[in-house]
């Protein structure tokens, strides 16, 4: 499949892109350290425009309502392509006021939660006139750059685990795979 992605030089993004290249997928990458700042929509329209011919786009960079607009883009461009998939990076947090107790991630977790609500109801409010598959992948705390700079090391990832950013890889490689539409996976890593 060809696969576009936002956000594949670092964290997440970086553990999808290189587990889809190594299982043959041609991916292609937009991230801000190449100049595709995904909050000037000059850019986003360029991804757009750059990636509407391939089989998936997964919307993985988060920076306020960029990740929501991009998906907007892309469902308005694919909705009646049933050979066409988008795929979500959202968060647990989706499900829960602000664990974290940080107004920094507070905002992330807003904004999480605004994609995957919009995700739903693009889902469950056009059934007749939507053919492209829509999933919403949203983990757990993922050991990345963002956590690192604002989760409890004393609380977090010892009291509650964490994972890695190829543990996500791995689902999204699962839900990309399947032959169903799996519309929203929502997973965290076990004690052991």
Avoid: C
């Avoid at 696969?3 to 190594?22: E, V, W």
């Avoid at 999933?135 to 977090?156: G, H």
Wanted: charged share 25%; proline share 3%; glycine share 4%.
């Amino acid at each position: 499949m060809n696969i576009a992605i936002t956000g594949h030089k670092n964290g997440i993004g970086k553990a999808i892109f290189n587990l889809l290249k190594k299982e043959g997928h041609f991916v292609v990458g937009y991230d801000i350290e190449e100049g595709f700042d995904i909050e000037d929509v000059s850019t986003q329209q360029e991804i757009l425009d750059l990636s509407k011919d391939y089989d998936v786009f997964i919307n993985n960079a988060h920076s306020m309502n960029s990740q929501i607009e991009l998906f907007d883009m892309f469902f308005n461009e694919w909705q009646m392509q049933d050979n066409k998939h988008i795929i979500n990076i959202s968060s647990i947090e989706k499900l829960f006021p602000n664990p974290i107790n940080n107004p920094q991630i507070l905002v992330y977790t807003q904004q999480k939660k605004k994609l995957w609500k919009k995700a739903f109801s693009s889902i469950a409010n056009r059934v007749e006139d939507r053919k492209v598959k829509i999933s919403t992948v949203s983990p757990s705390l993922v050991k990345t750059a963002l956590s690192d700079m604002y989760v409890d090391r004393n609380y977090w990832g010892k009291t509650i685990p964490m994972m890695q950013p190829v543990d996500v890889a791995k689902v999204v490689s699962f839900v990309l795979n399947h032959e169903l539409e799996i519309i929203d996976i929502t997973f965290t890593a076990r004690q052991t």
